[in-house]
């Protein structure tokens, strides 16, 4: 084959379905003409669109030299169409009325998404976060219908990952693995015990490695909270009580039933009401950050994307 032969191709590749965006007018420009034939008049057919006269002569003259054919006589009487135009409307009307059909398809598709949004969240961004963040988000589409799943950040990430979540919100040290995320608020943990514990009178901080050997009131495994609290310890003795809700950790822990580690969001009325105190520790940072998470290369679309926006409000 010569080199004249790959410069020019001929048969059914000269004519490939790639090529096509280079020799058919566009959508708008198939609508403006069926407007000039339907009105009779380009400044007509221009209002209907909502574009100037000189940009809808511009478009045809355009589609004319794409085509290689006058398409529109133009007269101060108004605007007529060619044979060739009129033959090229016949052709343009189910091409224009097909793409409608596809848009409403395609409203469609959205408005079924929007028609709700499946939250999964781990305990504490469940309970003290995502309240107001939903309340606010309900004011912006109140006819989104909200389902929040509440679980530890181990199950946060197997409920995205399975499409039983369109997003999801996480408090441990690291992203699951799959997902994609953003920080949308920081938090710290802290110790508590009840007014009665030793530990609520004691003069000087807690030492770490104390901290770290006493047994407590402890989320369950795969929780974030008790994820970061066992890197920053190392390791935690076996826990005097293990319970699946910083609710129920919360409530063993002014019960008197032994010391616990919490989100500062979690305790703020209890600490000024002084159901529960304080307890400084030396040697450890808790701080942490609390992040939206998704299925990686799937980022939020629709109610998800007004949600995460709403967190960084």
């Known amino acids: 084959m010569s080199p004249t032969d790959d410069a020019h191709p001929t048969g059914p590749a000269a004519h490939a379905p790639a090529a096509l965006a280079h020799r058919v007018p566009d959508l708008g420009a198939l609508q403006l003409l069926l407007a000039v ?36 006589d133009r007269s101060p009487r108004g605007s007529r169409l060619t044979d060739a135009g009129a033959l ?57 219908a909200v389902s929040l799943l509440a679980g530890n950040s181990a199950a946060v990430a197997e409920r995205l990952l399975s499409g039983d979540a369109d997003v999801g919100f996480v408090e441990g040290l690291t992203v699951p693995s799959g997902l994609e995320s953003a920080v949308v608020a920081h938090d710290r943990l802290i110790v508590v015990s009840a007014p009665s514990h030793p530990w609520a009178r004691r003069r ?10 006493t047994p407590l009131i402890l989320r369950e495994e795969g929780s974030g909270t008790r994820q970061v609290l066992e890197a920053a310890l190392g390791g935690l003795a076996r826990p005097l009580i293990e319970l699946s809700s910083t ?21 703020g009325d209890e600490l000024a009401l002084r159901r529960l105190i304080r307890v400084p520790v030396n040697g450890m940072a808790l701080a942490r950050d609390l992040r939206a998470v998704w299925p990686t290369g799937h980022r939020p679309t629709g ?11």
């Open 204 to 213: 000087a901080p807690l030492a770490a490695t104390e901290l770290a050997t």
């Open 247 to 267: 609710t129920a950790v919360k409530a063993a822990a002014v019960s008197g039933a032994g010391p616990a580690v919490l989100s500062e969001l979690a305790v």
């Open 88 to 144: 090229v409307t016949d052709w343009a009307r189910p091409i224009v009325e097909a793409a409608e059909a596809f848009d409403a398809g395609a409203q469609a598709l959205r408005d079924r998404r929007d028609s709700r949004l499946r939250v999964a969240a781990s305990m504490t961004i469940a309970e003290y976060l995502l309240p107001g963040w939903l309340l606010a988000l309900r004011a912006e589409r109140p006819d989104t």
């Open 37 to 72: 034939a339907r009105l009779g008049s380009l400044g007509g057919a221009a209002r209907e669109l909502g574009i100037t006269q000189p940009a809808a002569s511009s478009r045809i003259r355009s589609m004319e030299r794409q085509l290689g054919v006058a398409l529109v």
């Open 303 to 313: 109610p998800a994307r007004d949600l995460l926006a709403l967190t960084r409000a």
